[in-house]
């Protein structure tokens, strides 16, 4: 039965593929997804450089590498679906914490399934922590925000190679809510081992804005911006790797201390990879 | 990895059953927004988070023990009553006591929280975060955090004992009135951050390991630095 169902997607992928020679279209399977494999990793640099030369520079650099499973929990009517990411296993690493720490990181992460429900465009509603009692603090690494930063948007209409859509993505946090305005470009289709892949680029800009309720607040001084590329695997409806770059500037103020951290240069990249 | 998640399962599956074939209860849940875990119930087992919701109570009496798995976090959040006596003491400790359970955080509490004749063991973190209350003849023992204090009005310690902690207590952002208090043999015995402010006697503070009293505006001063800890980790949770 699941065989015939992934026939008959397939076929609607392909078709939905083939509807004119030079458009084509994307969508997520959300009928029948496979269980898949998902990789991420994330590395954050934060370098603040030397006050006229009254302080020493200053940096931090963490890095934090996800292995999880995505299954589909529902198919629903209107086309979406649930689906569950399991974290398998996890492995971090701060230049700021201790021993201790990283471990006390590592196993909390690994309580961190979430679910969410998604469109075939790959839109995220409801995401949600699965154990409410081990929602993420402020002190807290969040994998769920991780994933949706690099989770794609597909454009919902069939696109020609060079076409550009944009779509805004919401993402909730302790306090507040963060825009995240994406801009995809569709560069190049071709077929992989047996599939057909869509080289997508994708562009992104947020604003960091303050959480009012938090007493060390950091805002960003403009856009930060990024820069990455997706492998969509077309023939399955999946993610087959993404890969984004993020970089710009954050004031921090620390309300307790009474001091503002200004200029602190961040890059981030994150790299999710899916096998399924 | 598959082995491990079985592995983890099987374990927790084994306490479970070992649990229930010793007599012991799983913790309870809320009846009528009152959590009570009572002496002839006890000991209680708690494998995972449980959160005491702003509209509930937790109320421990004389005499309970839970023993925590590794995965277990108490988050409290309603009025808190966790009242041991001198000779019945209520005990919060991880059911194998060479795994460490993440810990007590009491987050947010409308009412003053009452804690007494209380020990808590082998915990990786023990928080009050924007929360007001007392800590009466409480042991912090063995935990990689004693007590986490950060922007609150004021906790008060009374006749309290930090033992073999590796951070005994930190403050960020608030007042401890401490009396009679000992921070003795444990690591780092007082961490004051930013907007931390302890008093009390702090000639017991005394005989820890690594240093008894550090402070962070005079550790960044010494070196040069600017960033504290808190803006570091802000950052990262920020990304």
Same mark, same amino acid.
């Given at each position: 039965?699941?065989?015939?169902k992934f026939c008959a997607s397939?076929?609607?992928?392909?078709f939905?593929?083939s509807c004119d020679s030079?458009d084509v279209?994307?969508a997520?399977?959300?009928e029948n997804?496979?269980v898949q494999?998902?990789?991420l990793?994330?590395?954050?640099?934060?370098m603040? +450089?030397?006050?006229s030369g009254?302080?020493v +520079?200053e940096?931090m650099e963490?890095?934090l590498?996800?292995q999880?499973t995505?299954?589909e929990?529902?198919?629903?009517?209107n086309?979406?679906?649930r689906?569950e990411m399991?974290?398998?296993?996890?492995?971090?690493k701060?230049d700021?914490?201790t021993v201790e720490d990283?471990?006390?990181?590592q196993?909390y992460?690994l309580?961190?399934?979430?679910q969410?429900?998604?469109?075939?465009?790959?839109s995220v509603?409801?995401?949600?922590?699965?154990d409410?009692?081990?929602?993420p603090?402020t002190e807290?690494l969040?994998?769920l925000?991780l994933f949706?930063?690099?989770q +794609?948007?597909? +454009?919902?209409?069939?696109?020609?190679?060079?076409e550009t859509?944009?779509?805004p993505v919401?993402?909730?946090?302790?306090g507040k809510?963060?825009?995240?305005?994406?801009?995809f470009?569709?560069?190049e289709?071709?077929?992989h081992?047996?599939a057909?892949?869509?080289k997508?680029?994708?562009?992104?800009k947020?604003k960091?804005?303050v959480?009012?309720t938090?007493?060390v607040?950091?805002?960003s001084?403009?856009f930060?911006v990024g820069?990455?590329?997706i492998?969509?695997?077309m023939t399955?409806g999946?993610i087959?790797?993404?890969s984004?770059d993020?970089?710009?500037h954050?004031n921090?103020?620390?309300l307790?201390?009474?001091?503002?951290?200004p200029?602190m240069?961040?890059?981030q990249?994150i790299?999710?990879?899916?096998?399924f | 990895?598959?082995l491990?998640?079985?592995s983890?399962?099987?374990?927790?599956?084994?306490l479970?059953?070992?649990?229930?074939?010793a007599?012991e209860?799983?913790?309870p849940h809320?009846?009528n927004?009152?959590?009570?875990?009572?002496?002839?119930d006890s000991p209680?087992?708690?494998?995972?988070g449980?959160v005491?919701s702003?509209?509930?109570t937790?109320?421990v009496?004389p005499?309970v023990t839970?023993?925590?798995?590794?995965y277990?976090?108490?988050?409290?959040?309603?009025?808190?009553?966790?009242v041991g006596?001198?000779?019945?003491p209520?005990?919060f400790?991880?059911?194998?006591?060479s795994?460490?359970?993440?810990?007590?955080?009491?987050?947010?509490t409308?009412?003053?929280?009452?804690?007494?004749?209380?020990?808590v063991?082998?915990a990786f973190?023990?928080?009050?975060?924007?929360?007001?209350?007392?800590?009466e003849?409480?042991?912090?023992?063995n935990?990689y955090?004693?007590?986490?204090?950060?922007d609150v009005?004021e906790?008060f310690?009374a006749r309290?004992d930090?033992?073999?902690?590796r951070?005994a207590l930190?403050i960020?952002?608030?007042?401890?009135?401490s009396d009679d208090t000992k921070i003795?043999s444990?690591?780092y015995?007082l961490?004051?951050?930013?907007?931390?402010?302890?008093k009390?006697?702090k000639?017991?503070?005394?005989?820890?390991?690594?240093?008894?009293?550090r402070k962070?505006?005079?550790?960044?001063?010494?070196?040069?630095?600017r960033v504290?800890?808190?803006v570091?980790?802000?950052?990262?949770?920020g990304?």
């Amino acid at each position: 039965m699941n065989l015939l169902k992934f026939c008959a997607s397939s076929a609607a992928l392909l078709f939905l593929c083939s509807c004119d020679s030079n458009d084509v279209s994307l969508a997520f399977n959300t009928e029948n997804a496979p269980v898949q494999k998902y990789f991420l990793e994330s590395s954050l640099d934060a370098m603040l +450089p030397s006050d006229s030369g009254v302080t020493v +520079p200053e940096a931090m650099e963490t890095h934090l590498k996800v292995q999880a499973t995505l299954s589909e929990l529902v198919a629903y009517d209107n086309g979406s679906g649930r689906f569950e990411m399991k974290i398998d296993s996890v492995e971090y690493k701060s230049d700021k914490r201790t021993v201790e720490d990283y471990l006390y990181i590592q196993k909390y992460l690994l309580t961190q399934h979430f679910q969410y429900k998604m469109a075939p465009d790959g839109s995220v509603s409801e995401p949600a922590v699965e154990d409410v009692a081990l929602q993420p603090g402020t002190e807290e690494l969040n994998l769920l925000k991780l994933f949706m930063k690099v989770q +794609p948007i597909l +454009p919902g209409n069939p696109v020609k190679v060079g076409e550009t859509w944009e779509r805004p993505v919401e993402i909730p946090e302790n306090g507040k809510t963060t825009t995240v305005y994406k801009s995809f470009t569709l560069q190049e289709v071709y077929m992989h081992d047996g599939a057909q892949m869509a080289k997508i680029g994708m562009n992104v800009k947020y604003k960091e804005v303050v959480d009012s309720t938090a007493n060390v607040q950091m805002e960003s001084k403009g856009f930060i911006v990024g820069e990455g590329s997706i492998l969509f695997d077309m023939t399955h409806g999946v993610i087959s790797s993404v890969s984004l770059d993020l970089t710009g500037h954050v004031n921090v103020n620390d309300l307790v201390a009474g001091s503002v951290i200004p200029d602190m240069h961040i890059l981030q990249k994150i790299k999710l990879r899916s096998e399924f | 990895m598959f082995l491990r998640g079985i592995s983890h399962a099987f374990c927790g599956l084994l306490l479970l059953a070992v649990s229930l074939a010793a007599g012991e209860m799983p913790f309870p849940h809320p009846e009528n927004g009152v959590v009570r875990l009572t002496e002839k119930d006890s000991p209680y087992v708690l494998e995972q988070g449980v959160v005491v919701s702003a509209s509930d109570t937790l109320i421990v009496e004389p005499g309970v023990t839970v023993l925590m798995g590794e995965y277990a976090k108490i988050t409290l959040r309603g009025s808190v009553h966790i009242v041991g006596s001198e000779s019945k003491p209520v005990v919060f400790r991880s059911a194998d006591s060479s795994e460490s359970w993440n810990g007590v955080h009491i987050v947010s509490t409308n009412r003053p929280f009452e804690v007494k004749n209380f020990v808590v063991e082998n915990a990786f973190r023990n928080t009050v975060f924007r929360s007001r209350g007392i800590f009466e003849n409480v042991k912090f023992v063995n935990n990689y955090y004693g007590l986490w204090v950060d922007d609150v009005p004021e906790v008060f310690l009374a006749r309290c004992d930090f033992v073999r902690n590796r951070f005994a207590l930190s403050i960020r952002a608030g007042k401890v009135m401490s009396d009679d208090t000992k921070i003795s043999s444990n690591v780092y015995g007082l961490y004051l951050e930013a907007g931390g402010d302890f008093k009390g006697d702090k000639s017991l503070i005394k005989d820890n390991l690594e240093s008894d009293i550090r402070k962070e505006s005079d550790e960044l001063a010494g070196s040069g630095k600017r960033v504290s800890r808190s803006v570091w980790h802000r950052i990262e949770t920020g990304f």
